[in-house]
């Protein structure tokens, strides 16, 4: 079934266009009340957004695809996004990448069988006078090691 963006949400998007004189410039944050609303940022998300801005798809596709905070495939309830960028990597970025590896069973990319965690590395979370960062959902954890990790795990198995 095609996406289509709710009542509520198609409200929404008229206060976004209204802000933007170009429809190219409300791209971003119809692209972020797609995901919101789906998810994930889908094809027939970006084909939405394209036909409600009235702005190519390939526009709507590129600016999807650069960004990392779109997801474009369906994820975790827990989406565990940890920088791997210079600042990070130097601070511990791949040992939080290893240590979520081995404690979720899971490679990056991937979603554990329960469907709670997806784990994915992401080039900047432009957090790098605390790194190492990672981010899960919309929640930044900085300056972490393996102890602050593993806390964070507990809390995160434990949710309801």
Not at 51 to 72: N, Q, S
Request: a negative charge; glycine letters at 6%; aromatic letters at 6%.
């Amino acid at each position: 079934m095609p996406f289509q963006f709710t009542d509520e949400s198609r409200h929404e998007l008229a206060t976004i266009k209204a802000r933007y004189p170009d429809a190219e410039a409300a791209v971003i944050p119809a692209l972020h009340l797609g995901q919101a609303q789906n998810g994930w940022v889908s094809p027939e998300v970006m084909d939405a957004v394209a036909d409600e801005l009235g702005v190519p798809r390939t526009h709507v596709l590129a600016t999807a695809t650069f960004y990392t905070m779109f997801r474009k495939r369906p994820v975790g309830r827990f989406h565990l996004q940890v920088c791997t960028n210079v600042s990070c990597a130097l601070k511990g970025g791949y040992r939080l990448v290893d240590a979520l590896r081995e404690r979720l069973g899971v490679e990056v990319g991937e979603t554990t069988p329960d469907g709670r965690f997806t784990l994915d590395e992401v080039e900047c979370l432009a957090a790098c006078g605390t790194a190492p960062a990672l981010q899960v959902n919309d929640t930044y954890h900085e300056q972490l090691d393996l102890a602050k990790l593993h806390r964070l795990l507990d809390e995160l198995e434990a949710a309801p």
